[in-house]
């Protein structure tokens, strides 16, 4: 079983290093394994509820030996009285080498090239840093509120055990 262990320094909301962008890629990695600790029993798509809660929904896009990807979201009402997805996040989980990688979002390359430029960082890595520290504190967040995807779900083991 993964555990999380204390929090690295290296997870502040400043992004330092490449090295630090691979520690937040293995912290997202562990998370999403609490969340979804059944990955390879869910087919399609899965929700997570939680009383007083949003739903959480789970859609598995692909899956190999070695890599998942996945789509994680809420759904609000919008005002044409359909559904908006949001935040709508697609992360590559890659199982070997036990990261989990934002895919989905652009970055706002003006706001992204203002803060490179004051910390001395590549644009694309303060990108890759703020789209996965926001992963990191979703899940975090949705674990805190009692999400999980799979048996270890009570309402999902209460429909494997042939419950209504």
């Not at 962008?21 to 929700?47: F, S, T």
């Not at 789970?58 to 979201?73: A, N, P």
């Not at 990108?127 to 999980?148: E, I």
């Amino acid at each position: 079983m993964l555990t999380e262990i204390t929090r690295p320094q290296s997870l502040s909301p400043r992004p330092e290093s490449f090295a630090a962008l691979m520690e937040l890629y293995e912290a997202n990695y562990i998370r999403l394994r609490q969340l979804c600790p059944d990955l390879h029993r869910i087919d399609g798509e899965a929700v997570s509820r939680v009383s007083g809660c949003l739903d959480l929904h789970l859609q598995v896009l692909e899956t190999s030996h070695f890599t998942s990807t996945v789509l994680l979201t809420y759904y609000f009402p919008d005002a044409a009285g359909g559904l908006r997805a949001d935040p709508n996040v697609v992360v590559r989980m890659y199982h070997d080498a036990h990261q989990a990688e934002v895919l989905s979002r652009v970055c706002r390359v003006r706001d992204a090239r203002v803060s490179a430029q004051a910390s001395g960082m590549d644009s694309a890595l303060l990108c890759k840093w703020r789209l996965n520290r926001f992963l990191y504190k979703w899940l975090g967040y949705c674990r805190l509120q009692g999400h999980c995807f799979g048996l270890a779900n009570p309402e999902r083991r209460a429909l494997a055990a042939g419950g209504a």
